[in-house]
Each structure stands twice: as C-alpha cells, then as structure tokens.
C-alpha cells in the first residue's frame, strides 16, 4: 500500500496569506494519479485537484496543484475565509487506493 | 444534477452484519464505477472499496478486506456494500461517491452512521 504523508498537520493562517499544504507518498504515485479534497465539519469531501494539477469543474483558480513523482503541493492563493477546513490528498493509481491524515488549515 | 444517497446505516452489535445502500441518480450510472471511503469519529478518509462499471474491477481496502463485498445493481442505479464480522473500528461515517476519469472520486453522497458497539 502506498502511504501518503501529509504535512502539516495543522497550519494556522490569516486570511489573505498563501497556503501551502504538502503530501508524499512512499513510493511513486502512477502517472500522476493524485487528487486533493476539502472536507468541512459534517459535509462530504469536495474534489478539488485530480491528476496531480487539474482543477475540478467549479474550483477557483486561488487553488493550484503541482508535484510529481512521490511529492505534490497544494497551493491556496489569497486565503478566504471559506478556505479554513481539512484537506486531504489521495493517490488513485494503485489499490488500495489511499488517503493521507490530512491537513487542518485554521484560522490564525 | 448527481445525487448519491447512502442509507443502511445504523447501531450494531461486534460480530455482526449490516448492509449499505447507495442509490444514485443525474447520470448514466452503469457507466461509472464507485467508491466507498469511510471516517471514523474525528479521524481521517480511508478507502474502503470500489468496483468498476463492468464489476470486473474490485478493490478492497487493506483493514476490511474478507469482511466486506461490494456489489452493484444497475437496474436499481445502486451500489452496495455488504459487512460482515463487525468490530468497534468499523464505526465511521460511509460516504459513496463516484469514481471518474483515471479515478479521482467528483460526486460524494452525505454519508451514512454505522456505529458498531455491545
């Protein structure tokens, strides 16, 4: 199983500022195959980046996604307050097909 | 407008069975395969299992594998996933949620509570 390491675990930003949210896998993801969800408290995850870079249909482009190979960043431009939630990665490329603890971006 | 709705949820004893139900509507459903991805109280998303459009493909995460089927009914729209052998970790929200393109997960449903518990 690849593990995804996420980190860190809790970062604590004011509005405004830039995000920068880390996740790396054990071992090489496939072709890429990396996504990004944003869960807020009692909601379902919402899909934000898949294949390591793409942005989901809907999601501002305050939100970018880059990395390759085992180590990928999630980069939130201008943080809004709506911003502040959990976020987790997940690589799709090989079962099980796993997520990372998670990153709880706070308000600071 | 897609539309995943998990029920099946519930209070369970350890050593038990329970069968979840996602029943989906807005798109071709027998064209996509799905996923189930459970949280415990306060924790992270962990894969719990997936099965392609043709059944073909089934995948089972590492801590339910051989407690747990996944199966789906096209006719019905609806995925499922039957658990048996229950135990006090398996106590998490369910969330199904549709797996599109290479595999990235772009539609959740809100979840369902099982709780396992004496």
């Known amino acids: 199983e690849i593990v995804l390491t996420q980190s860190p675990g809790t970062l604590s930003l004011s509005p405004g500022e830039r995000a920068t949210l880390s996740c790396r896998a054990s071992q090489s993801v496939n072709n890429h195959f990396l996504a990004w969800y944003q869960q807020k408290p009692g909601q379902a995850p919402r899909l934000l980046i898949h294949?390591?870079?793409n942005r989901a249909a809907g999601i501002p482009d305050r939100f970018s996604g880059s990395g390759s190979g085992a180590d990928f960043t999630l980069t939130i431009t201008r943080l809004g307050p709506e911003d502040f939630a959990v976020y987790y990665c997940q690589q799709y490329g090989s079962s099980p097909y796993s997520f990372g603890l998670g990153t709880k971006l706070e308000i600071k | 407008e897609v539309q995943l709705v998990e029920s099946g949820g519930g209070l369970v004893k350890p050593g038990g069975s329970l069968r979840l139900s996602c029943a989906a509507s807005g798109f071709a459903f027998s064209d996509y395969s799905m996923n189930w991805v459970r949280q415990a109280p306060g924790k992270g998303l962990e894969f719990v299992a997936s099965?392609?459009?043709?059944?073909?493909?089934?995948h089972y995460g590492d801590s339910v594998k051989g407690r747990i089927t996944i199966s789906r009914d096209d006719a019905e729209n609806s995925v499922y996933v039957q658990m048996y052998s229950l135990r006090l970790e398996d106590t998490a929200v369910y969330y199904c949620?549709?797996?599109?393109?290479?595999?990235?997960?772009?539609?959740w449903g809100q979840g369902t509570l099982v709780t396992v518990s004496s």
């Open positions: 294949g390591a870079v």
């Open positions: 099965i392609s459009s043709s059944r073909r493909y089934i």
């Open positions: 949620a549709r797996r599109y393109g290479d595999g990235w997960s772009d539609y």
